[in-house]
């Protein structure tokens, strides 16, 4: 269903989520990437201490991440592929059927 209805009308009026979707792709290439860095042999200091100058760039850099990313799906005008959210789409469709129900009444 998901590949039939592909940037169709239909797909427009009954958007299917994939935020899950992208989040396990991210997860299994984020574990492929560690197992690849940790391999045996690959010359890694797991015990050696990393000094700030590092650790403090990637926690603001993570922390920047996170916020940017909340802030587009949790915020006021969150982004959505169609430009409206789905209860945005409900309401307007409700509306459409309450205009319909009326016409039929007169």
Not at 53 to 60: D, E, H, K, Q
């Amino acid at each position: 269903d998901d590949i039939e209805t592909w940037g169709t009308e239909e797909r427009k009026k009954n958007p299917i989520p994939a935020e899950n979707r992208w989040l396990c792709c991210a997860v299994a290439l984020i574990e492929v990437l560690i197992s690849w860095k940790f391999r045996v042999g690959a010359g890694n200091h797991i015990d050696a201490p990393t000094p700030l100058y590092v650790s403090v760039p990637w926690a603001l850099t993570c922390g920047l991440c996170l916020g940017y990313y909340l802030k587009l799906r949790f915020g006021p005008k969150r982004t959505t592929k169609y430009g409206t959210s789905a209860w945005e789409i409900e309401e307007k469709r409700n509306k459409e059927l309450k205009g319909d129900e009326q016409k039929k009444v007169k």
